[in-house]
């Protein structure tokens, strides 16, 4: 773990965007209060049942938050991409971490005791106001994606996720390329099926020339139709 300062230009201007209702004399303190943890491809973050102690925020890098289910099958709850944050619901509700988080690839996060993030709150009223905001911004996410796992067929659920994937981290320099390269294991836990699910609805897009498959790269080549198909379910 990094102790860093707020000399360091680039998380200067992390600070500045996250933590904007703070005066100096808060930021201050906040600087006194970080650290940067960076985590190596897979490497777990936090575990289910443990006890939450830290706000998150991932600056760079992709993390995945999951939960595993019965039978061993995990099913992907959230996908984090700079500059998110997470980690910090469970502390609110004043209970143990019902889901655990991982890194996608090597990842860079921000670390801020949640001691201080309530120390900063009773200062700053709009400190509090943003976190409500943030975390009615997740409960409206997750309950339309309930709603989109429980209710659509395989076909929506798996077109839903590569549109997903490509607003939330873009796309390669062709501009057609999903720049995160998911496991197949990985891609059927993002959409609630089976691997080998997954797999045959891949190779179905890929016969309609909806998409190109090379290992793990996607590339997207009639995304309006890719649209219809997530829309129609």
């Not at 904007?20 to 985590?39: G, K, V, W």
């Not at 939960?67 to 998110?84: A, F, L, N, T, Y």
């Not at 190779?203 to 139709?225: H, M, V, Y």
Request: overall charge neutral; some cysteine; aromatic content about 8%.
């Amino acid at each position: 773990m990094v102790k860093m300062n707020l000399s360091d230009i680039v998380v200067q201007d992390y600070i500045a965007e996250m933590w904007a209702p703070l005066n100096a004399e808060q930021r201050e303190f906040l600087a006194s209060n970080f650290t940067l943890q960076n985590y190596k491809k897979n490497e777990t973050i936090y575990c289910e049942g443990e006890a939450p102690t830290h706000l998150m925020c991932l600056l760079n890098g992709k993390v995945k938050v999951y939960k595993d289910g019965v039978g061993g099958r995990s099913q992907i709850i959230r996908m984090i991409k700079p500059v998110e944050y997470f980690g910090y619901r469970a502390y609110f509700a004043k209970e143990d971490y019902l889901t655990a988080a991982s890194a996608f690839e090597p990842s860079t996060i921000c670390l801020i005791p949640m001691s201080a993030v309530i120390t900063l709150i009773e200062q700053n009223n709009n400190l509090g106001l943003f976190f409500i905001n943030q975390l009615s911004k997740d409960l409206g996410i997750a309950d339309e994606r309930t709603v989109n796992l429980t209710q659509k067929h395989i076909r929506g659920r798996l077109a839903e996720s590569l549109l997903f994937l490509k607003e939330s981290y873009g796309l390669e320099e062709d501009g057609s390329t999903l720049s995160i390269y998911l496991s197949r294991e990985d891609l059927a836990n993002l959409s609630n099926m089976t691997t080998s699910n997954a797999i045959r609805t891949l190779s179905q897009f890929a016969t309609e020339r909806l998409i190109t498959i090379d290992g793990r790269k996607i590339k997207i080549i009639d995304e309006e139709k890719m649209k219809k198909i997530s829309k129609i379910g």
